[in-house]
């Protein structure tokens, strides 16, 4: 059978997190950090960590349920997966497909941390079409799996994109960093559909 090993670090961030994965830059919010599980995985050999789901989110008054789906695996070679979210405002659509470059587990509280590049910007919202968004830009969002049955509901968030979170430019400083607002600011609740976190 193949196994993997697992290092686990304790890491405390000591910053305030802006909302960038709310749906508006307008509508921020701010919170303090909690305590982070960071796994740092050293695959001897073994099934790959994945992330993964699809589904609804239901957004804040003003936008459309987020409809939304990726897959990321953390393998022996790397990374591998994609994604898609899609919602829409008052202003148009938001519709982003991107590639992972990287992903971060929390085993203890079953978060995954996912980052990648734009790799097609179908946004018709003007707010989505500026320099930040552009094909090849950096892009991430975040989940949590809070089990099945009477669990709570799982939650994602909406991308965010540079300047993210403590001053996040780059999607592999969003993986490393693990960043996680407390009472699960700006994570949006899954409506319909699932979210798997099987780091």
């Not at 992330?51 to 070679?77: R, T, Y």
């Not at 203890?108 to 996912?114: F, G, L, P, Q, S």
């Not at 990648?116 to 003007?126: A, C, I, K, L, R």
Request: net charge negative.
């Amino acid at each position: 059978m193949m196994r993997t090993r697992y290092v686990n670090l304790f890491v405390v961030v000591a910053v305030t997190m802006s909302a960038c994965d709310s749906p508006t830059a307008a509508k921020r919010s701010s919170g303090s950090i909690e305590p982070s599980t960071v796994r740092i995985a050293v695959h001897i050999a073994g099934d790959p960590s994945i992330a993964s789901g699809g589904g609804k989110a239901e957004l804040p008054p003003g936008f459309s349920p987020l409809s939304f789906s990726f897959n990321a695996e953390l393998v022996a070679g790397g990374v591998s997966g994609q994604f898609r979210q899609f919602y829409e405002s008052d202003d148009g659509t938001v519709d982003f497909h991107g590639e992972v470059t990287c992903v971060s587990f929390d085993p203890v509280n079953n978060r995954a941390w996912i980052g990648g590049v734009v790799t097609q910007n179908e946004s018709t919202d003007p707010a989505a079409r500026t320099t930040r968004h552009e094909v090849g830009d950096d892009v991430w969002f975040r989940v949590v799996d809070n089990g099945e049955g009477n669990a709570p509901p799982d939650r994602t968030t909406v991308f965010g994109f540079e300047p993210g979170p403590g001053g996040i430019i780059t999607s592999a400083e969003y993986c490393a960093r693990q960043l996680w607002t407390a009472g699960d600011v700006n994570t949006w609740v899954v409506t319909s559909g699932n979210i798997q976190v099987n780091p």
